[in-house]
């Protein structure tokens, strides 16, 4: 193989590609990346068994090859050379040399048929999304999801289809989220009304949302297409193909645990309610990070209150609009402030009912002042 190709994209493709590359030793394959020219281009592939991506990139091709090479070593190589000079690569007896400038290296190299194939998509894309709108998805609900091993189906967030939305939702058994995507004419291809007749839902690794969200560029909105085949899903996204497995499994039915009304509204800025709950978190030592909400309806007053033995108490009363019956209700408060921390309005609508079922958090339309039921953060009060 002998090539020469611009430095920033051969870079931004070794980005795109390294981090999923396998941290395991039983197979010294897979801390490789795999190089090799393919119809005129070079494409540059990495996987982990259970995520795959390439990229293609345009070369200047004088030799025709293939050879894997350690990410770690190349991306670190790639990464410290000076800007603006094209790359010139070669192969030989299974080294790879490259060139950028007055810089060069001799790297080492494993035979690239025993690299594992990727598996290639076989159907049509069945939808195209916005890439600024789904890493904003991404965003918020990949803060449920669990880490517990034991129930794999949780590790992933589940996807359900519908004829005219999309609902992403992880949960790890003390908080849900849930994130509705309202499906226009563009975003649904032929095959897609067809593929949900047979299959309402699948369930995504989380490490494959988070590689998503990633590459996506957050300053240029771009097309996602989606396809889905047996037991896998593949993304595209500018010229970067993703395939990753899917997990098997039912997800949890969450649905029934969401309230359909809440007696009591509060609404406030979210920026006033974090703060309040941080400085609470400090005054709360017990092992679930105790806070109090404390809702006064006749006197309109809203106090974020914790007290323990070893540091004291602390309370703070906030300016926020109280709609319904008077409250006081317990939290964990790291997982409040989880939720709040991900919504992307200026001002959040807390919902409750009781002290004992769950509660909401909400998005607020600053311009209206209406609660909008996009997204839905549940937590669960601390019960006595």
Not at 274 to 279: F, L, S, T
Not at 294 to 302: H, N
Not at 352 to 375: F, M, W
């Amino acid at each position: 193989m002998k090539l020469t190709c611009t430095q920033e994209k051969f870079k931004k493709a070794i980005l795109n590609s390294e981090r999923v590359v396998s941290k395991q030793n039983t197979l010294p394959i897979l801390n490789n990346i795999l190089f090799e020219t393919e119809n005129g281009v070079l494409k540059i592939s990495a996987t982990n068994l259970e995520i795959g991506i390439s990229k293609q990139i345009g070369a200047k091709i004088e030799k025709e090859g293939k050879i894997t090479i350690p990410a770690k070593l190349i991306s670190n190589f790639i990464n410290n050379l000076p800007s603006g000079e094209n790359i010139n690569i070669e192969v030989d007896n299974q080294n790879l040399k490259i060139k950028s400038g007055t810089s060069k290296a001799i790297i080492k190299g494993l035979m690239a048929d025993d690299f594992p194939l990727l598996p290639r998509k076989n159907s049509d894309y069945i939808l195209t999304l916005s890439s600024i709108k789904l890493k904003n998805i991404i965003n918020k609900v990949i803060s449920c999801v669990a880490f517990n091993e034991t129930r794999q189906e949780l590790t992933g967030i589940n996807l359900i289809f519908k004829e005219n939305e999309l609902y992403f939702a992880s949960t790890d058994s003390f908080r849900l989220v849930e994130n509705k995507f309202l499906l226009e004419e563009g975003n649904i291809k032929d095959g897609y009304l067809d593929f949900i007749s047979k299959k309402d839902s699948i369930i995504i690794p989380a490490n494959t949302l988070s590689e998503i969200a990633r590459i996506i560029n957050s300053e240029i909105d771009e097309e996602i297409n989606i396809a889905i085949e047996d037991g896998q899903i593949f993304f595209e996204i500018n010229g970067v193909n993703i395939v990753s497995r899917l997990i098997n499994g039912k997800y949890p039915e969450y649905k029934h645990i969401m309230p359909k009304e809440f007696q009591t509204r509060v609404v406030g800025e979210k920026s006033t309610i974090q703060g309040a709950i941080k400085m609470s978190s400090v005054f709360s030592k017990t092992k679930n990070s105790e806070i109090v909400f404390k809702i006064d309806s006749e006197a309109e007053k809203f106090f974020i209150e914790a007290r323990s033995v070893e540091c004291g108490e602390n309370s703070t009363e906030l300016m926020v609009d109280i709609v319904g019956p008077s409250q006081e209700v317990v939290f964990n408060s790291k997982y409040l402030l989880d939720g709040i921390n991900i919504i992307g309005t200026g001002k959040v609508a807390i919902l409750l009912n009781n002290e004992s079922s769950p509660v909401a958090i909400k998005e607020i339309n600053e311009k209206t002042g209406e609660v909008l039921d996009e997204y839905i953060y549940i937590v669960m009060p601390i019960k006595g």
